[in-house]
């Protein structure tokens, strides 16, 4: 029989971040503060140029001072790459791995390789990036053989860094799911370096299998995970309770792989009230993250584990908004 307080060696307890993609209209440092105050457990920083800007001069000098900045709050931190105009004024997430000129994929190389080093100045968990969408006249073929190649020196970074490299299936993307990822894996003799960043919302947007599925397949290669509510089919981020996901069942099974890196809420198009969703998001992921260590009936589960919206409020939704 188990003894009454069995749970406590249970899964060790998920730790949360929030993305600073949904905090651009902060500076870092208000950023990092506002959510040490709110009680996260770290951040997923998105190097771009109002956030620790990788192109700009001093790079390692501003990155200690950031370094120090986290450790005086009691922060973790993953370094994400998906700033949409960090490279390219014109494109959003120009140029890719995938792109036909070699000199725009060296450039793309090049950040990823930045961003690994500064992974590593940090102290960061991982280094989140995605493949990029294959271009017009590109057949598939010539695409993963492309990102095959380009991917390659940036392991080799990892691996002298001693930081993973968390590959991203993004919709849309070459790398869309999660048997792409495992075809790069099997493409490049399954690096050591090489891991996963799982999104939560991805999972529920085009996956075959539940969220919670997903994370229990995925878990051996989970070096990132990012999450927010999305609906079926529609790749839109969302606010929790505005989107189909049951979270208690997805975080009993992310506790359950034993993944030890930040879960990071990822919602970038809401940095017009950042501060507000961010002060909602960690009690809701709280709260799921509770119901999952019951035994309470589904139907509890997902009641328990709702926002609580004033009127007025940015995130107020409708009751039941968020019921198939």
């Known amino acids: 029989m188990k003894s009454p307080d069995a749970r406590t060696s249970a899964p060790a307890a998920l730790r949360f971040g929030y993305g600073t993609n949904g905090l651009a209209d902060l500076r870092l440092d208000d950023a990092l503060a506002v959510l040490a105050d709110l009680g996260y457990d770290g951040v997923g920083l998105t190097l771009d140029h109002m956030h620790l800007d990788p192109l700009a001069p001093d790079l390692a ?38 792109d036909p000129d070699p000199d725009d994929r060296a450039r793309r190389v090049d950040l990823l390789v930045r961003a690994v080093r500064v992974a590593a100045d940090l102290g960061a968990h991982a280094v989140h990036c995605f493949s990029g969408i294959v271009p017009d006249g590109t057949d598939e073929d010539t695409a993963w053989k492309r990102l095959a190649e380009t991917l390659t020196p940036v392991l080799d970074a990892a691996a002298t860094a001693g930081v993973p ?103 970038p198009r809401h940095s017009h009230a950042g501060p507000h969703f961010a002060a909602h998001s960690l009690p809701f992921l709280r709260r799921a993250a509770e119901a999952a260590s019951t035994t309470a009936p589904a139907s509890e589960v997902s009641r328990a584990s709702r926002p609580a919206a004033s009127p007025g409020d940015p995130s107020a939704t409708p009751e039941g908004r968020n019921t198939p």
Do not use: N
Request: proline share 9%; charged share 25%.
């Open 61 to 98: 000098a501003r990155t200690r001072r950031v370094a120090g900045r986290l450790d005086e709050l009691g922060l973790g931190v993953t370094v994400e790459t998906g700033a949409r105009y960090v490279l390219d004024p014109r494109r959003k997430h120009g140029p890719s791995l995938l």
């Open 165 to 267: 490299l968390a590959v991203e299936p993004e919709p849309g993307h070459l790398l869309a799911t999660l048997a792409d990822f495992h075809h790069l894996r099997r493409t490049l003799d399954d690096p050591g370096p090489l891991g996963l960043t799982l999104d939560i919302g991805h999972c529920q947007c085009l996956e075959p299998l539940p969220p919670a599925d997903c994370v229990r397949d995925a878990g051996p290669w989970l070096r990132h995970v990012q999450i927010e509510d999305m609906r079926r089919g529609v790749h839109e981020h969302l606010p929790f309770g505005d989107g189909e996901i049951d979270f208690p069942p997805v975080l009993a099974a992310l506790a359950a792989t034993g993944y030890q890196g930040l879960t990071v809420v990822e919602l």
